[in-house]
């Protein structure tokens, strides 16, 4: 009980911990922040004894708008985390939700899980999306500005499971380092933390995974659209060409009596015209019969 009550976790923005007196832990993590900049660097490395991490995520489909940055310092006795950019409140909201009273692995799973179920919310929405999508494709409900939305899902899951990945990368940097440190036995992290990281590891892994399944699902949709659209095409050059056979027999009867020569045997009969006029009908008939039996249309 002693052990857990010297723990203690913060979450700080970034103003905030400039303005401030800081402590030493503080300064390690500001020094730490201007040294590494998380702009351009994400991942985990061991400084002075503690783990130095910083992750990133995007919005919408722009791989280079970041709306959400931070870093943290973590070690057995302290996880302290400085928000550096938060435009969607992401990070503001693990903050308000984090309880005062809490051990620091307790802490430590609401703000790591809450990253992780706000991904698995947009995963479960851009699912739903598919499966809508795929319905309306498979239904016969063909929109032709479809390709613009696949492409658009497309950039956004690159972009998703980027941040993923990079935030899985940290995760098993955590791992990694926390099992060399078993050999010296100056680990980093408490049992219970440790195996906290080891659990959510695994948790972020199938985040990953199904953010690459709806990425790979996305390409049999663009086939089953491609497919869709070249039936439809397909069906409306079969009723063009029916229409055209059944109608062409009738050029033929026009061009023969258009040709007024004077010993055509219907030129100066008197029913020539009704004539040929029950004729064409007769083969329009004959023919729509035909193409009608035959399922052309």
């Known amino acids: 009980m002693e052990e857990n009550?010297?723990?203690?976790?913060?979450?700080?923005?970034?103003?905030?911990?400039?303005?401030?007196?800081?402590?030493?832990?503080?300064?390690?993590?500001?020094?730490?922040v201007y040294r590494l900049e998380p702009a351009y660097w994400v991942g985990v490395k061991m400084i002075e004894d503690c783990l130095y991490g910083a992750f990133c995520f995007h919005e919408g489909a722009d791989v280079k708008r970041r709306v959400a940055s931070a870093a943290f310092l973590l070690d057995e006795q302290e996880f302290f985390m400085v928000i550096l950019k938060d435009e969607n409140h992401v990070l503001s909201q693990i903050r308000n939700i984090s309880s005062e009273g809490a051990k620091m692995e307790e802490k430590l799973e609401t703000v790591f899980e809450g990253i992780l179920k706000q991904g698995k919310q947009k995963v479960e929405k851009m699912e739903k999306y598919l499966i809508d999508m795929e319905q309306e494709i498979v239904g016969g409900r063909i929109n032709r500005n479809r390709n613009r939305s696949i492409f658009e899902c497309k950039r956004l899951l690159t972009v998703w499971k980027n941040d993923y990945v990079q935030f899985l990368n940290m995760v098993e940097g955590i791992n990694g380092l926390e099992e060399k440190k078993k050999d010296t036995h100056k680990k980093v992290l408490n049992e219970e933390a440790a195996c906290y990281f080891r659990i959510y590891?695994?948790?972020?892994?199938?985040?990953?995974?199904?953010?690459?399944?709806?990425?790979?699902?996305?390409?049999?949709?663009?086939?089953?659209?491609?497919?869709a659209l070249s039936y439809e095409q397909n069906r409306i050059m079969k009723l063009f060409t029916t229409v055209t056979t059944i109608f062409m027999p009738l050029s033929l009867i026009a061009g023969w009596y258009g040709m007024n020569f004077e010993g055509m045997p219907e030129l100066r009969w008197q029913y020539g015209y009704g004539f040929v006029s029950v004729l064409s009908l007769l083969v329009v008939l004959a023919c729509f019969w035909f193409f009608r039996k035959k399922k052309l249309f």
Do not use: P
């Open 5 to 32: 009550r010297g723990r203690s976790t913060r979450i700080l923005e970034w103003e905030e911990l400039k303005k401030k007196e800081r402590s030493q832990q503080e300064d390690l993590l500001m020094q730490s």
């Open 201 to 227: 590891e695994n948790k972020l892994r199938h985040l990953t995974e199904e953010t690459q399944f709806l990425y790979e699902e996305l390409v049999h949709i663009r086939e089953a659209l491609d497919a």
